[in-house]
């Protein structure tokens, strides 16, 4: 049976790993951290429950692909709930927008708030409906390899929308400032600015307002538990504190890896290297090349210090002694100035003054995740990749990130503060190999985009392949678990024939 080593346990890695199960490899997926899920691991502590990375679960029609593609479906693993509003936006003190589960009450909202607006939005949605189809049953599962695989009777009636930018065509619709933000915001997950993100990707639109923002009971990890009783259903094997030192390689193949245990003491690690027919590196794209000798690599330091890269993160994993009366399960506060935050994350990368950010509550809906009577949170602040983060930040942040609580929804947070720990740049780096710190991977800005995205096919040895959101089709949970399926998609076809 051939054998196919995987590095990287998260999504894309998983993903890869369940499509080449099933297609009978001798799959083993290598891991450097104790757990599996990458981004996605949890934390716990005390009776919370904290997912540490993605906590939006949008695209519900992805993952529901992705189970059918093993005869199985998300209801088999977890249940879902559909979030009532998806979400809340606040704007400032008492001002803030929810975003209903009920598509036909936002266009009521947005008409109550700027007449004419809901119009639009029903038009706006149609349109991103029809990009929504192109997007994911013609384009999302392309390898990347040219400009071909976009060119299409679809898109070319649509081409107008890759030359104007999300953000001109809604400002030059709307009028109201709230609005505005309001339909900017999805695109803020390609990790672009939408000043700089195509008309055609308003598809984010349609999976925000349409498809709805959803939650797993007990989770975000419900869907990495998920993927791992598929995969090991195929005889999937998974080696966690497994660090990938090197890919080996003879003349224009990789025949194998050196991985070394991270639990044994540093002076007790040994190598170990292990064959393998076939190799898929889901670790971040940048840092999977240094596992090659420089002449292997697809890209010089040069490339990616020249790739425009989506933000990193500061988060706080909070625990709260009491309830927050009011607070919705995924609550945005954006009563700052966007673009100033933007040109510190994109143009001129350093810490913002005001930045905006996020609060995840998800025990507003989900009682499993902290202890009865009080309330987890998670807050995510977009920084720069590459910023150095230090305690004194970290602090400062926090205390502002309490106050603004405080003063837009009026709940007094600041003396329930159960713990709070922190996570951000330096820690990608380290937990993950991120280059830069990355969170979230490249931006999906238009030269960055399809087949001008980092390749999946290395160009030296072809058994080699790189899956994972550094690649096609881009950032986010559900690209993830496509790069996985296109890779394997490649690695059979390669296999098979020799
Ligand atoms: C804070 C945060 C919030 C997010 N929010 C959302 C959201 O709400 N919704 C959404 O859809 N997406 C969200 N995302 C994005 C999403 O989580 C990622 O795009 C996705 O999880 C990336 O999966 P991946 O497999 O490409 O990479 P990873 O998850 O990084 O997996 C790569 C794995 O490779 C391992 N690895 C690295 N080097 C080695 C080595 N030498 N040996 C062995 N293993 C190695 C790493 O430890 C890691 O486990 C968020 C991301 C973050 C960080």
Not at 43 to 48: A, K, V
Not at 227 to 240: A, D, L, Q, R, W
Not at 377 to 384: C, E, K, M, Q
Request: glycine share 8%; charged share 25%.
């Amino acid at each position: 049976m051939k054998r196919v080593a995987i590095i990287g346990g998260g999504f894309s890695g998983l993903s890869a790993a369940c499509y080449l199960g099933r297609a009978g490899y001798d799959v083993t997926v290598y891991e450097k951290n104790s757990v599996l899920g990458g981004r996605a691991r949890v934390l716990e502590r005390d009776g919370f429950k904290f997912d540490m990375g993605p906590t939006f679960y949008w695209m519900p029609d992805i993952f529901e692909k992705f189970f059918n593609d093993f005869d199985k479906k998300s209801s088999d693993y977890y249940e879902l709930i559909r979030l009532d509003p998806g979400y809340e936006i606040y704007f400032g003190p008492n001002n803030s927008v929810r975003v209903s589960a009920d598509v036909k009450k936002t266009v009521e909202t947005f008409e109550n708030i700027e007449p004419g607006s809901g119009a639009f939005l029903e038009n706006f949605l149609k349109s991103a409906e029809f990009n929504y189809r192109v997007a994911i049953d013609k384009v999302v599962e392309k390898p990347g390899k040219s400009i071909f695989e976009l060119i299409m009777p679809q898109t070319i009636a649509r081409v107008s929308q890759f030359k104007e930018s999300i953000s001109q065509h809604i400002r030059k619709n709307i009028k109201d400032d709230r609005l505005r933000q309001i339909l900017e915001f999805p695109v803020l997950f390609l990790g672009a600015k939408p000043s700089r993100t195509p008309l055609f990707y308003c598809f984010m639109n349609y999976a925000d307002m349409v498809l709805g923002t959803w939650h797993i009971k007990g989770g975000m990890y419900g869907l990495v538990e998920a993927m791992v009783k598929i995969s090991e259903g195929y005889g999937v094997k998974f080696i966690t504190d497994a660090h990938v030192n090197s890919i080996i390689t003879e003349g224009s193949k990789a025949v194998g890896i050196s991985w070394s245990n991270t639990s044994d003491s540093k002076e007790e690690r040994n190598s170990v290297s292990e064959m393998a027919d076939f190799i898929i590196s889901s670790a971040d794209y940048h840092f999977a090349e240094t596992l090659l000798e420089p002449k292997f690599r697809n890209y010089s330091e040069k490339y990616w210090s020249k790739r425009v890269f989506a933000p990193s993160a500061m988060l706080y994993y909070v625990g709260f002694d009491k309830k927050l009366e009011g607070i919705s399960h995924h609550t945005l506060f954006f009563d700052a100035d966007f673009i100033e935050h933007s040109e510190t994350i994109y143009d001129t990368p350093r810490w913002p003054n005001k930045p905006l950010f996020y609060g995840s509550f998800p025990s507003v809906t989900d009682p499993t995740l902290a202890p009865k009577g009080k309330e987890c949170a998670v807050f995510l602040i977009p920084v720069a990749a590459g910023l150095k983060d230090t305690p004194e930040l970290r602090e400062n942040y926090f205390l502002q990130i309490l106050e603004r609580i405080e003063q837009t929804t009026g709940i007094k947070v600041s003396d329930s503060v159960l713990f709070k720990e922190s996570y951000s740049v330096s820690n990608f780096m380290e937990d993950y190999h991120a280059y830069k710190g990355n969170a979230y991977g490249l931006s999906n800005i238009l030269t960055q985009t399809a087949f001008l995205k980092p390749k999946m096919q290395n160009r030296h040895l072809s058994n080699l392949l790189y899956a994972g959101q550094l690649t096609v089709p881009g950032p986010g949970v559900p690209p993830a678990i496509i790069s996985g399926k296109i890779a394997a998609g490649i690695a059979r076809k390669k296999l098979k024939h020799g």
